[in-house]
């Protein structure tokens, strides 16, 4: 199969590779907002005050899934076991390269907050963040955990990935022409640049080694394989994957 996009109509294109994403940021900014004004850290306050993610997250969740389900023909994924495999294997290694300084901070047995280096690493604490413990009701507890998965490894690596990949770097190529005639995963070094600088602003300060290291192999793969779907893959992977580790080690600050 072409890895060129099925459908020709380019605004259809950009907006079936946009929306998504943006959808699913403004959901981001809307927990802000909502976060600013709702949220009250005491033992006292019911759960959606305490963490206004817990309901964000998952009408998030839904409504971006069902975004994506609209826009579904306008994607060119190419999925085959070969690239998949490539996927899971660039997927462990990025992760285990973006979680390496939490599990060295615990390692090392370090506590407070760093600075110099380690600071600028990512060597931090990661304790505080989205825990589904908040919840006592076990299936209020699962329900959480499971949507927060979902969340990470579906949503978070379709939306990205088709944004990131699949727009992004194809308009940086040829912004000005007809960017949904260049061919996807096309090396260029100011596509390197611009998609792997954006991706690792995207995060906390905090994630930015890490950021930047998955995000070069994400590119890697990518120009190498000329396969959405390995891509997507990768990503699905990663997140999975640290969703276990958060889940094992209690870095909750991590999601």
């Known amino acids: 199969m072409s890895a060129q996009p099925q459908v020709s109509d380019p605004e259809q294109l950009t907006r079936a590779h946009v929306v998504p ?3 699913f940021m403004g959901f981001m900014i809307l927990l802000m907002l909502v976060g600013a004004a709702v949220e009250w850290k005491h033992p006292d306050a019911p759960w959606w005050r305490q963490d206004p993610a817990q309901f964000v997250y998952p009408i998030q969740t839904l409504v971006v899934l ?5 826009y579904r023909r306008f994607y060119t994924f190419n999925w085959s076991l070969k690239w998949a495999l490539a996927g899971i294997v660039f997927g462990a290694v990025g ?5 390496l300084p939490t599990a060295l901070y615990d390692a090392w047995g370090l506590t407070g907050k760093t600075d110099g280096v380690l600071k600028m690493l990512g060597v931090a604490e990661r304790k505080e963040g989205f825990d589904p413990g908040l919840f006592e009701n076990p299936l209020a507890y699962w329900a959480a955990l499971v949507f927060r998965f ?5 949503v978070v690596a379709l939306v990205e990935e088709i944004f990131w990949r699949g727009f992004l770097m194809r308009f940086v190529c040829d912004w000005e022409g007809e960017y949904w005639k260049q061919p996807f995963g096309r090396a260029r070094w100011l596509s390197y640049c611009v998609v792997t600088g954006l991706f690792t602003m995207a995060h906390a300060s905090v994630d930015y080694a890490g950021a930047f290291v998955y995000g ?3 590119y ?6 000329k ?4 891509c997507v893959i990768m990503h699905a992977t990663a997140n999975f994957l640290m969703g276990l580790y958060i889940m094992k080690t209690g870095n909750y600050g991590l999601w």
Do not use: K
């Open 216 to 218: 070069s192999l994400t």
């Open 227 to 230: 396969n959405l779907g390995a």
């Open 95 to 99: 992760i285990g390269f973006w979680l």
């Open 66 to 70: 069902g975004v994506l389900v609209h």
């Open 150 to 154: 979902i969340r990470a490894a579906v």
């Open 21 to 23: 994403f943006a959808v």
């Open 220 to 225: 890697l793969l990518c120009v190498w394989s």
